[in-house]
């Protein structure tokens, strides 16, 4: 049952750091402190050299062809989160029009960024539920500033917690 793997890995991680998740993620002052301890199963994966982010054992990047930015996935049995990192990402403002939608500041690896959430049945009926990360800037080109959104769609909301303690974990190299 995918839902439960959410659930498992919540257990293993233990309620305290979903706590201090939460309590650091609402207040940008110390949402950059040192995070918890992570499972011991949890991996660092990199995408392509351009950031990267501790995940459960067995997730794996994906990349893909972008035109002009970077593009790819994180993939595990029971997720997938899709990114974009360069000047265009998307920075999900469309989304305030999605039922039950949510956005909340947050700091990860002193970059400012913002967590969204909402119900979207419309885009996966097995999936309804949307939770992105969009990094307005983090870096500069002679172009302009570089961005970067990470996104997914999950089962149920018992997920936004378990893909919110891997956003915590995202590291620009």
Do not use: C, N
């Not at 233990?14 to 301890?37: H, K, N, Q």
């Amino acid at each position: 049952m995918p839902g439960s793997f959410a659930v498992s890995a919540l257990k293993r991680a233990g309620i305290g750091f979903v706590s201090i998740l939460f309590l650091t993620a609402s207040d940008p002052a110390i949402a950059d402190s040192p995070s918890p301890e992570l499972p011991a199963d949890w991996v660092r994966v990199s995408a392509g050299g351009a950031f990267s982010l501790m995940a459960p054992a067995g997730t794996a990047f994906h990349p893909a062809q972008g035109v002009d930015s970077t593009v790819g996935s994180f993939q595990a049995p029971d997720f997938k989160l899709s990114f974009d990192y360069g000047r265009y990402s998307d920075s999900l403002t469309h989304m305030s029009s999605e039922a039950e939608y949510e956005t909340r500041d947050i700091v990860v690896d002193g970059k400012t960024a913002y967590i969204v959430t909402s119900f979207v049945p419309q885009y996966s009926a097995d999936r309804p539920y949307f939770i992105g990360i969009h990094f307005p800037e983090v870096g500069e080109t002679a172009m302009g500033p570089t961005k970067l959104t990470v996104y997914g769609l999950l089962e149920t909301v018992d997920g936004y917690a378990l893909v919110e303690a891997i956003f915590a974990t995202i590291r620009f190299d």
